[in-house]
């Protein structure tokens, strides 16, 4: 369950969440909306930590798993990410790290799927007030606001530096979150942020990638066809058939796309997936009104036993211990919280 830190006033500066839970990484979000599935059965360790500051957002976050998520900027924002030292992944099939930044637009749905160690800090920004700095300073033929989805390459040490400040701040708000309250703190780090952002993508070019990125990045079409398909009839007896036929593709390709981005094949994956959104339906029941066996037969378990021993392999927990548990407070909370 996620464990959330905040100062008390109704819309708190800075947030930190603890996650442990991958079914609960959507929860307590505004500015993003987001889905997790944690790609091995070990404890997970994640965080996400949010400060605001003025009218931008920073997002910070960290997992010690393996994880696939899939992620929409709400509107009001664009976004740049920079990513961690350590950072290895994909963003739909296309591959991530330190010298890159991920630029995109809000009401997009961006797919990672990134390995253990991975962090990032993410800058929402008005897009108004990029352009209004790009007109005042004469620099609007430099660069323009993302369409869609796009990964910039900057000079090396820019990259570097934009997630250097960002996780400096970070870090600062995490150890001091009531420095972020004060007027002029939030008023410094806005200006110091849009200066870094802009010094950062005025040295930025779109990347080119080589064959087997876009090789990659049609498999990462392909696995969210099928991800799709696979949730718009989970009450159904899928077959591999069926998936092939939705993506449009041999299963030799199927195969090959969810083990070269997911780490697993087509079949392992999809139960996994629909593990978590039996989870999902159990943590968020109240008293009678569903049961365990209700909620795996309307995910295509048909057979208790194995579906309890895979719940359990998945979550360490039976589905009857998660369906029994009460909300914690941490979690009442997280729902009021802007915060991964």
Known sequence: ???????????????????????????GIEVIEQDAVQLQSRPLRARRIVVRTGTSVLLFHSTNRPIRTRTTLQSGFVAYVAFGPRATGTLNGLPVGPDRVLATGSGIEVEFVVAAGYESVSFLVPPD????????????????LPRGVELLQPNPAAAHALYDWGRHLIDLAARQPQVFDIPQTQTAAQVELLETLLATLGSAANVEFAARDLTRQAYSRVVQIAEDYALAHAAERLYVTD???????????????????????????????????????LRAATHGTTTATAEALRWGFWHPGDFSRAYKECFGELPSETL???????????????AL
Do not use: W
């Not at 109704?10 to 969440?17: D, E, L, Q």
């Not at 007030?129 to 300073?137: F, S, V, W």
């Open 324 to 338: 029994r548990r009460k909300p914690d407070a941490a979690s009442r909370l997280g729902s009021r919280d802007v």
């Open 243 to 281: 998936l092939c036929m939705a993506a449009g593709v041999s299963e030799r390709t199927l195969q090959y796309a969810f083990k070269e981005l997911m780490g697993i094949t087509p079949v392992a994956y999809l139960t996994r997936l629909r593990l978590h959104r039996v989870r999902q339906a």
């Open 129 to 144: 007030d990029i352009l209004a700095h790009l007109r005042g300073r004469q620099r609007e033929s430099e660069f323009r």
């Open 1 to 27: 369950m996620p464990t959330v830190t905040a100062t008390p006033n109704c819309r708190p500066s800075v947030t930190i969440i603890e996650i442990s839970d991958s079914t609960a990484v959507g929860e």
